[in-house]
């Protein structure tokens, strides 16, 4: 497929959410009065211009379209002038900060979200794993074993096991009903950087410093395959949609796919400085990776071709895809956490609340939250636009 059209496609996508069908009611006389009191923004009358604007602030989100419109293309100074202000103000009241909840002791370098979007798992500086009721915060379960610092965690597809990788060079399995370790994957001779279920949950992958990443049972903890291949650390891995594609990335810049029966790579992308996350879009077609001098790139993993490269702030330490392939979030050094429109290559939103730097993202599942983890040992939630 070519760039155009993969590009068309996202779009499309993307037009389809925003539209939806023709209704009547109180929705769709909303939408007739928004334009009216977007050109009252320009009114002769102070007092008009005033009412306008509250009006506008009132209705919130269902104005923010016209609000951005209006302020991008009107005519009249006054208009953009209020225009900007009101979605500005209608922005930053929505999409925020929603809570926070103190994860561990020490930094936090993992988390990742259950299918069902109701559990979240952390994975820390203190050598603990724990699992958390999002909606609460309150912690549902902690799981003990790593000797030194976990660097990465995983769930699994049916939300009965989880998998970390730590510094010990270990990849550890839980059962989370009872919260023990299942068995222990020691075949990594140095830290394990980061780990992933396949999607129907039989197999683990993971990456190494040790320039391995490994394919495994998840039922006997049996080594598969042993991709090699990298220059140097594998920091980041990822499994396609169809259970038999590796992507893996290093500290060599380099983002590898392979074929997991032959343990061969069949596509190799790249930046210029080392990969630090990897996501595949739901289809498998595409596929973004983060590196840490150099931005997010997306890719079409069927011709090789980069579709998109957006310029990130140096220092990235993490990245997520959105399922659709619509949006992306990164974090890194500066303690913020950004939003991204993958089509139109832009930032959309960046969201302050860290004090220090962010090591992980992750989106929720319905694609308006998301969730950030840092060195001040918080995981915080985030209400995103749609």
């Given at each position: 497929m070519?760039?155009?059209a993969v590009l068309?496609a996202?779009g499309?996508a ?5 539209t939806g069908?023709?209704?009547?009611g109180?929705g ?6 928004i334009?009216?009191?977007?050109r009252?923004l320009?009114?002769k009358s102070f007092?008009k211009r005033?009412?306008a604007?509250?009006?506008?602030a009132?209705?919130g ?7 951005r419109?209006?302020a991008d293309?009107s005519?009249?100074l006054?208009?953009r002038r209020r225009a900007e202000?009101?979605a500005?103000?209608?922005?930053d009241r929505?999409?925020r900060?929603?809570r926070?909840?103190?994860?561990h ?6 988390v990742?979200?259950s ?8 994975g820390g500086?203190?050598?603990?794993v724990?699992?958390w009721?999002?909606e609460?915060g309150k912690?549902?379960?902690?799981f003990?074993g ?9 769930l699994a ?7 970390s990788g730590g510094v010990d060079?270990?990849l550890?399995v ?12 020691g ?6 950087e980061d780990?992933?279920f396949s999607?129907d ?18 039922r006997?903890?049996k080594?598969?395959c ?6 140097g650390?594998?920091?980041c891995v990822?499994?396609a ?5 590796p992507l893996?990335g ?7 796919l392979w074929?997991?029966?032959s343990a061969?790579?069949v ?6 400085t080392?990969?630090?996350?990897l996501?595949?879009?739901a289809d498998?077609?595409l ?5 840490h001098?150099?931005g ?11 579709l998109c490269?957006l ?8 990245a ?7 949006r992306?979030l990164?974090c890194?050094?500066d303690?913020?956490v950004r939003?991204?429109d993958v089509?139109?290559g832009k930032e ?7 004090q220090e730097?962010v090591?992980?993202?992750a989106?929720?599942?319905g694609?308006r939250r998301?969730?950030?983890?840092g060195?001040?040992s918080t995981?915080r939630v985030?209400?995103l636009p749609?």
């Amino acid at each position: 497929m070519t760039k155009t059209a993969v590009l068309g496609a996202i779009g499309c996508a993307a037009l389809a959410l925003a539209t939806g069908p023709p209704h009547d009611g109180p929705g769709a006389r909303q939408d007739e009065a928004i334009p009216a009191l977007i050109r009252q923004l320009g009114d002769k009358s102070f007092r008009k211009r005033e009412q306008a604007g509250q009006r506008l602030a009132a209705l919130g989100e269902p104005a923010l379209l016209a609000l951005r419109r209006a302020a991008d293309t009107s005519a009249d100074l006054e208009i953009r002038r209020r225009a900007e202000r009101l979605a500005e103000q209608t922005e930053d009241r929505l999409y925020r900060e929603l809570r926070q909840f103190n994860a561990h002791s020490k930094r936090v370098y993992a988390v990742c979200v259950s299918k069902d979007g109701r559990q979240v798992l952390t994975g820390g500086e203190d050598g603990t794993v724990r699992l958390w009721h999002l909606e609460t915060g309150k912690e549902l379960r902690c799981f003990k074993g790593h000797t030194r610092q976990v660097k990465a965690v995983a769930l699994a597809p049916n939300g009965r096991w989880a998998i970390s990788g730590g510094v010990d060079a270990t990849l550890r399995v839980w059962e989370i009903k009872s919260g023990k370790e299942v068995f222990q994957l020691g075949g990594h001779t140095e830290a394990v950087e980061d780990v992933a279920f396949s999607p129907d949950g039989s197999r683990l992958l993971s990456a190494s410093e040790d320039r391995t990443a490994r394919v495994w049972d998840a039922r006997s903890g049996k080594e598969l395959c042993r991709l090699r291949g990298h220059a140097g650390s594998v920091y980041c891995v990822a499994f396609a949609p169809d259970g038999r594609h590796p992507l893996t990335g290093g500290s060599d810049g380099t983002a590898r796919l392979w074929d997991v029966t032959s343990a061969e790579e069949v596509r190799r992308v790249g930046h210029p400085t080392g990969i630090r996350a990897l996501a595949f879009t739901a289809d498998g077609r595409l596929a973004l990776s983060a590196a840490h001098d150099d931005g997010l790139r997306l890719w079409d993993l069927g011709t090789g071709k980069e579709l998109c490269h957006l310029l990130a702030p140096r220092d990235l330490y993490h990245a997520a895809l959105s399922p659709d392939g619509r949006r992306a979030l990164s974090c890194g050094h500066d303690g913020v956490v950004r939003l991204w429109d993958v089509k139109a290559g832009k930032e959309i939103r960046c969201y302050r609340g860290h004090q220090e730097p962010v090591y992980a993202v992750a989106f929720i599942p319905g694609g308006r939250r998301a969730l950030s983890a840092g060195a001040g040992s918080t995981v915080r939630v985030w209400s995103l636009p749609p």
